[in-house]
């Protein structure tokens, strides 16, 4: 018995050998590698996926130590890319795997090209006019879309929730799980937002602010949209369209399906390819958010 087959026999007693090959043979982009990234990262290893792309453009800083998995107490700050300490924690684990490392934002033209090479990619974003952008891209491009958030919408209730985007299904927007404030904001020109600052009296350094986040919430949201994912690429089922984290009631719920609406990137956008143009994106995302 070979040192992979030894490693991973637990695993085969619940999806066989052929959903084990299946892993290794999957690619998967992890946008985003921080609270939540961090845990999706250790799981893909673990479960032993061939091949991981990680984008992300920030370095880890002091308020992220709370939640990231393998980051250590001496690693520089500054001097720590996310994309780097991801490529350490699975070669932790897993030397064999095939890392990608993008220290870039998402849309960018090396995160563009990441998307179109994976099988599979998971969202770890904070903010929903990325999650709005990556929706589109995975849909022109026929990706299967993994959506992780976590969420404190107001005081005592927080949580989180798993979206797929799979099959032609729905998709986050059909679901109306993105905020359309945010997302104009998120794509909207310096300009626009300083006028809006100067006319409504909005401060535009509030915008996509980010509120609290702790390590259990954000791994048993990991642990949901991975147990989806794996699920998918072995075989086991098909993944579940919408999950809901309610860790104040201690319940995970799934959702309906939403009524057909005739979504413009369902119906339109979806398989588009190249000509969605994508790139378009480029010029709006502010790397510091």
């Known amino acids: 018995m070979t040192q992979i087959e030894t490693r991973f026999d637990r695993s085969e007693r619940l999806f066989g050998r052929e959903g084990q090959e299946a892993l290794r043979r999957a690619s998967v982009l992890v946008v985003g590698a921080g609270g939540l990234g961090s845990p999706v990262i250790q799981h893909l290893a673990l479960n032993g996926v061939g091949t991981i792309s990680v984008a992300d453009h920030q370095e880890l800083s002091r308020d992220n130590r709370n939640r990231y998995v393998g980051a250590w107490h001496d690693d520089p700050i500054p001097g720590s890319p996310k994309v780097e300490i991801a490529r350490r924690l699975i070669h932790l684990i897993d030397p064999t795997i095939e890392v990608h490392g993008i220290k870039a934002p998402f849309p960018s033209l090396d995160g563009l090209a990441a998307l179109k090479a994976a099988d599979h990619v998971i969202g770890c974003v ?126 995970v719920n799934k959702c309906a399906d939403p009524h057909p609406n005739d979504c413009y990137y369902c119906q339109v956008v979806a398989g588009q390819g190249d000509i969605a143009n994508i790139e378009r994106y480029f010029d709006l995302v502010r790397t510091e958010d």
């Not at 300083?194 to 954000?218: F, K, Q």
């Open 126 to 251: 904070d903010h929903d006019g990325i999650r709005f952008i990556l929706n589109e891209a995975c849909l022109a491009y026929r990706k299967p879309l993994f959506d992780l958030a976590s969420d404190v919408p107001e005081p005592d209730i927080y949580g989180g929730r798993v979206t797929v985007v799979w099959n032609n299904g729905f998709c986050l927007h059909c679901r109306e799980v993105l905020t359309p404030e945010d997302v104009r904001a998120f794509l909207s020109t310096d300009e626009i937002l300083e006028n809006e600052a100067r006319i409504y009296g909005v401060n535009r350094n509030v915008l996509g602010e980010t509120g609290p986040s702790v390590s259990p919430i954000n791994g048993v949201i990991a642990s949901l949209g991975m147990t989806e994912l794996m699920v998918a690429v072995t075989g086991l089922r098909p993944p579940n369209p919408h999950l809901e984290y309610r860790a104040h009631l201690g319940t």
